[in-house]
Nanobody, 123 residues
Framework: QVQLVESGGGLVQAGGSLRLSCAAS????????MAWFRQAPGKEREFVAAINRSGGSTHADSVQGRFTISRDNAKNTVYLQMNNLKPEDTAVYYCAATIGSYYYTAASRYEDWGQGTQVTVSS
């Protein structure tokens, strides 16, 4: 099990940028597949991006070209760089982790979750 703590959320105008960070505890961070999900009010949690142990990544179509997931295994941290933010990106963003060799887009594949960080994009 790994403990996850997100940071970096906030209020930003449309077109602006934010970088989310997720710090993980434990010494086996490099073994984890990491992902970001988000949940807007009244909506189901949705996949945003995932990155595997070797740095291979995938992004949801809705954020492709605007968001980038990355990881720094030396710092036990995964990042989500969000550029050209839109009001529809407003949500609570969650970091998730699971042991594996590939990246997964289904929330059910992830065992450990952070508490979430709010991102609000104003128009």
């Amino acid at each position: 099990q790994v403990q996850l703590v997100e940071s970096g959320g906030g209020l930003v105008q449309a077109g602006g940028s934010l970088r989310l960070s997720c710090a993980a505890s434990g010494r086996t961070f490099s073994s984890y597949v990491m992902a970001w999900f988000r949940q807007a009010p009244g909506k189901e949690r949705e996949f945003v991006a995932a990155i595997n142990r070797s740095g291979g990544s995938t992004h949801a179509d809705s954020v492709q070209g605007r968001f980038t997931i990355s990881r720094d295994n030396a710092k036990n941290t995964v990042y989500l760089q969000m550029n050209n933010l839109k009001p529809e990106d407003t949500a609570v963003y969650y970091c998730a982790a699971t042991i594996g060799s590939y990246y997964y887009t289904a929330a059910s594949r992830y065992e450990d979750w952070g508490q979430g960080t709010q991102v609000t994009v104003s128009s």
